[in-house]
């Protein structure tokens, strides 16, 4: 059992059939007994993605209302959500100081440094940040997460 906080990137993995979803779809099975966190903001995030997929015509409107249904009982029965805070809304503005980072992108990465505070406070293991983002996994090394990337998996 680990501690997983899975960005958008890697999120939307789980519901298509791309480079990296079936080790996603793996890791989110509850039998594997993992810890797994998202942002409030993929709540969002997700969405957006899933509804640019049928606006680009790559899916149907009834697949993309279907996949949307199917993660929002995932939030329920698999995902432990991490409110976005004032304080970490401010630490991703610092964030987007010392790194060239996307809104969403500097908040997600916020919650999960949070997360790994609140770890290391308890003295538990830290969580591994799993994104599909390069530049955003290239920053999340550079402020001492670990990583994984689902397109390092077929």
Not at 26 to 43: E, F, G, M, N, R
Not at 71 to 77: H, L, N
Not at 142 to 150: Q, S, Y
Request: proline share 3%; charged share 20%.
């Amino acid at each position: 059992m680990a501690t997983y906080f899975l960005d958008t990137s890697a999120i939307i993995k789980r519901y298509f059939p791309e480079q990296g979803h079936t080790w996603l779809v793996t890791l989110c099975d509850p039998a594997q007994d993992h810890k797994l966190y998202i942002s409030q903001v993929a709540l969002v995030e997700v969405v957006a993605g899933m509804c640019r997929k049928a606006r680009e015509q790559s899916i149907t409107v009834a697949e993309r209302d279907t996949h949307i249904n199917t993660f929002r009982q995932d939030i329920q029965d698999s995902y432990s959500i991490r409110l976005v805070t004032t304080a970490m809304y401010i630490s991703a503005g610092d964030l987007c100081r010392s790194h060239i980072l996307r809104a969403y992108d500097a908040v997600q990465l916020a919650c999960v440094l949070n997360l790994r505070d609140e770890a290391l406070a308890n003295e538990v293991a830290a969580p591994i940040f799993v994104c599909a983002d390069i530049n955003l996994i290239n920053v999340a090394v550079a402020e001492g997460l670990r990583v994984e990337n689902p397109n390092n998996y077929p």
